[in-house]
């Protein structure tokens, strides 16, 4: 089921709004995005107790440094999210409903295939496990960092953390549905190409590039509008394996030095890899989208002898970032997967080594 079929949409939207990310919903009945609002009045009551709960948690986690730190990136995150639902211009409403029209109006029950099929149903399986552990076991890991107060600390936490888990699945499935409509453009290209005998092949590839050339657009937009919080997710992600990776060395350098069961130990370990993976999965898909691209000028460079038009879409295409790059200063990729795993553990390292007579003793 693709990602842009009116129920998933629908749901999806949905999601985003209930953890504050917008005061609209995609509704199945009229096929059309609608504001609401009594939305309007729940984001404004949830954003205020978002503020209430971040200045909570931050004077909660004052006197550990790592989870501090963590607690203020999610802020960040939070204030991002805050400031792009209450935008007039509501530009991440539009950049879905151009996704939403180009996947209906074009490429509505065509395949996605099974590399892109595959991560989608890897990212459903992961962002429900991601809502299982924030909900049903990190209350229990927290309880034994913030002991008092321990209800209104979950309270807090998990308002602060489902909207940042919104974020990243909206992040992540715009970025999904851009892969597969350039990828379903591609493979049209590609059959025209192969059909030397069709009629009006150069009309129906002048409409494969108008399709790209409105992509395009979606992808300069997908980047202005979601550049800083993704920025934000990741410098979280990063303090989060810095805090589970100490804790982690500390089982392995001064296990007496940690006071942890075995079924949370076992959890510290899981969460520290499962987030690894969850980032390599989040990158591995902007990899697709680079490859694809490639693809696409691969194609371009055989039509070019059918119009100078398709020359002209060639170099413009050739002169656009290749790659998801957030902010003109990001690129999201593998590379900066690895990056982060390389500085978190670096950091990891130093926090330890700041420590080490504390956890010698």
């Known amino acids: ?54 200045a909570h948690m931050s004077y909660s986690t004052a006197s550990n440094l790592r989870v501090s730190v963590t ?12 400031k792009s639902c209450w935008e007039k211009a509501q ?3 539009n950049l ?13 029950g065509r395949p996605s295939g099974l590399l892109l099929k595959c991560r989608y149903y ?13 909900h049903l076991i990190q209350p229990i890991y927290m309880r034994r960092l913030l002991p008092s107060q321990f209800y209104l600390n979950v309270g807090a936490y998990w308002l602060l953390y489902n909207m940042l888990l919104a974020a990243v699945l909206g992040f992540y499935f715009l970025l999904w549905e851009m892969c597969r409509i350039q990828k379903l453009i591609n493979d049209q290209m590609t059959l025209i190409l192969a059909r030397s005998g069709q009629r009006n092949r150069l009309k129906k ?55 942890l069961t075995m079924s949370m130990r076992v959890f510290v370990i899981f969460t520290y890899i499962f987030d690894a993976m969850n980032l390599f999965l989040g990158t591995d898909i902007s990899e697709l989208f680079s490859t694809f691209r490639a693809d696409s000028q691969r194609i371009l460079r055989e039509t070019s002898r059918l119009d100078r038009l398709l020359s002209m879409f ?13 902010l003109n200063v990001f690129t999201f990729d593998r590379k900066l997967t690895l990056t982060l795993l390389a500085k978190s553990t670096l950091y990891t390292i130093c926090c330890l080594q700041n420590d080490y007579n504390k956890l010698k003793a």
């Not at 879905?96 to 509505?108: C, D, I, N, P, S």
């Not at 409105?214 to 990741?234: E, M, P, R, T």
């Not at 990776?245 to 007496?256: C, D, H, L, T």
Request: some cysteine.
């Open 122 to 134: 890897i990212k459903i399986t992961f962002g429900s496990i991601t809502l299982l552990r924030i």
């Open 71 to 82: 607690v203020l990136t999610i802020g960040g995150t939070m204030a991002c999210c805050v």
């Open 96 to 108: 879905a409903r151009g996704l939403v029209t180009m996947e209906q109006k074009y490429f509505a």
């Open 91 to 93: 530009g991440i409403r």
């Open 314 to 326: 060639a170099l413009k295409l050739a002169l656009h970032p290749k790659r998801v790059v957030l």
């Open 1 to 54: 089921m693709a990602f842009t079929s009116s129920q998933l949409c629908s749901l999806l939207t949905k999601f985003t709004a209930l953890n504050g990310l917008n005061t609209y919903y995609f509704d199945t009945k009229t096929n059309a995005f609608r504001v609401s609002s009594k939305l309007k009045i729940y984001c404004a009551i949830h954003h205020a107790l978002c503020v209430l709960a971040l």
């Open 205 to 259: 590839m002048q409409h494969c590039l108008r399709l790209y050339s409105k992509l395009l657009l979606l992808c300069d937009q997908f980047n202005s509008q979601l550049g800083h919080v993704a920025i934000w997710v990741l410098a979280c992600k990063s303090w989060c394996q810095i805090t589970f990776g100490y804790e982690i060395f500390q089982m392995v350098a001064a296990p007496k030095s940690i006071d």
